[in-house]
């Protein structure tokens, strides 16, 4: 009896390892996948990077005079649209009238100094004298003439305002003027794009705001150093702004054309991407099998997407439909 069971566990044994399943490796070298492909050849493209930025006043000043003093009038509230040379701030006078009443007695003496100097009547040293008294006093009333009756340096709209008449400025800006018919934003590029990128090249601006409008910009400097955290560098950008469409802050798309060139591009839904990561794959059909190539997604074209990687060249088979449940070097059958 004994001898009996010893065979039957022997004989049970020998057919479970017989009925061993086959490896998930031979399973993908057994099974055949259908798929379909498409052939990829090298297409012209208009190469173009997109970045996004927020917009700045191309000039902005903070209202400060030089004195410290009280404050007799504003002449503007905030949302004021002011031109260059129009009247802001007016501080207290007292010293600017002051110093009016001295210069205009140097004036005086000036003139009958003049008169004398030609007749020889007063020396040379006299004269000097006087003339270096009344350039002082020109230049301190014409100081406090800047510093009392503060006009707008250039054309803009009041963005801030601090004060109100009557109350003692004490350093902190009275007010600030931003310019908004012109406009600058900064944008950071990419130091791979560096010795394309050159003072002078236009560029688009688009804006949610406005979605069915694209603003023109020039590039008007670029920035000669790349910054080593973020590798990248920037460039200042002007935005004519005459209809004062665009407002500082707000953020927008600037989109710079490189020229056109050649690459290769896919449809974007045959890209597949790595669960749990931004690693980007695709398939390619070679020798009746699947080959897993990993890729740099470039510019995106409406449903097509630039794919770049050493391994992908005009003439390369890809699978664009049922890539998604292969596994590298699994046997595909390519259908029509």
Same mark, same amino acid.
């Given at each position: 009896?004994?001898?009996?069971?010893?065979?039957?566990?022997?004989?049970?044994?020998?057919?479970? @390892?017989?009925?061993?399943?086959?490896?998930?490796?031979?399973?993908?070298?057994?099974?055949?996948?259908?798929?379909?492909?498409?052939?990829?050849?090298?297409? @012209?493209?208009?190469?173009?990077?997109?970045?996004?930025?927020?917009?700045?006043?191309? /000039?902005?000043?903070?209202?400060?005079?030089?004195?410290?003093?009280?404050?007799?009038?504003?002449?503007?509230?905030?949302?004021?649209?002011?031109?260059?040379?129009?009247?802001?701030?007016?501080?207290?006078?007292?010293?600017?009238?002051?110093?009016?009443?001295?210069?205009?007695?140097?004036?005086?003496?000036?003139?009958?100094?003049?008169?004398?100097?030609?007749?020889?009547?007063?020396?040379?040293?006299?004269?000097?004298?006087?003339?270096?008294?009344?350039?002082?006093?020109?230049?301190?009333?014409?100081?406090?003439?800047?510093?009392?009756?503060?006009?707008?340096?250039?054309?803009?709209?009041?963005?801030?305002?601090?004060?109100?008449?009557?109350?003692?400025?004490?350093?902190?800006?009275?007010?600030?003027?931003?310019?908004?018919?012109?406009?600058?934003?900064?944008?950071?590029?990419?130091?791979?794009?560096?010795?394309?990128?050159?003072?002078?090249?236009?560029?688009?601006?688009?804006?949610?705001?406005?979605?069915?409008?694209?603003?023109?910009?020039?590039? @008007?400097?670029?920035?000669?150093?790349?910054?080593?955290?973020?590798?990248?560098?920037?460039?200042?950008?002007?935005?004519?702004?005459?209809?004062?469409?665009?407002?500082?802050?707000?953020?927008?798309?600037?989109?710079?054309?490189?020229?056109?060139?050649?690459?290769?591009?896919?449809?974007?839904?045959?890209?597949?991407? /790595?669960?749990?990561?931004?690693?980007?794959?695709?398939?390619?059909?070679?020798?009746?099998?699947?080959?897993?190539?990993?890729?740099?997604?470039?510019?995106?074209?409406?449903?097509?997407?630039?794919?770049?990687?050493? @391994?992908?060249?005009?003439?390369?088979?890809?699978?664009?439909?049922?890539?998604?449940?292969?596994?590298?070097?699994?046997?595909?059958?390519?259908?029509?």
């Amino acid at each position: 009896m004994a001898l009996a069971a010893l065979c039957a566990v022997s004989c049970t044994q020998q057919k479970t @390892e017989t009925k061993t399943p086959a490896t998930s490796a031979e399973q993908a070298e057994e099974r055949v996948e259908q798929v379909r492909t498409t052939v990829l050849h090298p297409v @012209e493209i208009e190469r173009e990077i997109s970045l996004s930025t927020n917009l700045q006043g191309y /000039l902005s000043q903070n209202v400060a005079p030089s004195l410290t003093g009280r404050i007799e009038h504003i002449y503007v509230e905030i949302g004021d649209k002011v031109a260059a040379g129009a009247n802001l701030v007016r501080m207290d006078q007292t010293q600017y009238r002051t110093a009016k009443v001295a210069m205009t007695n140097l004036e005086t003496e000036m003139f009958r100094m003049d008169q004398l100097i030609k007749t020889g009547s007063v020396s040379q040293q006299q004269y000097d004298q006087v003339k270096a008294q009344y350039d002082q006093a020109k230049e301190n009333l014409d100081f406090l003439q800047t510093n009392t009756f503060v006009t707008a340096p250039f054309a803009g709209v009041i963005s801030a305002k601090t004060y109100e008449d009557g109350e003692l400025y004490a350093g902190q800006p009275i007010l600030v003027l931003t310019q908004i018919n012109r406009l600058k934003a900064l944008v950071a590029i990419p130091e791979t794009y560096f010795p394309r990128i050159k003072a002078g090249m236009r560029l688009t601006l688009t804006s949610e705001i406005y979605p069915d409008r694209t603003f023109p910009a020039t590039i @008007e400097t670029v920035y000669p150093t790349v910054d080593a955290a973020s590798h990248t560098f920037q460039v200042k950008v002007q935005i004519p702004n005459d209809q004062q469409l665009l407002r500082p802050g707000m953020y927008v798309t600037t989109t710079i054309g490189l020229g056109k060139e050649n690459t290769i591009v896919a449809p974007y839904q045959a890209v597949e991407k /790595l669960v749990g990561a931004n690693d980007r794959y695709i398939f390619l059909a070679e020798n009746g099998r699947a080959k897993r190539v990993a890729v740099t997604l470039g510019q995106r074209f409406d449903q097509n997407i630039e794919i770049i990687s050493d @391994e992908i060249h005009d003439g390369v088979e890809m699978v664009t439909t049922g890539q998604h449940k292969l596994v590298d070097g699994v046997k595909i059958n390519v259908v029509d």
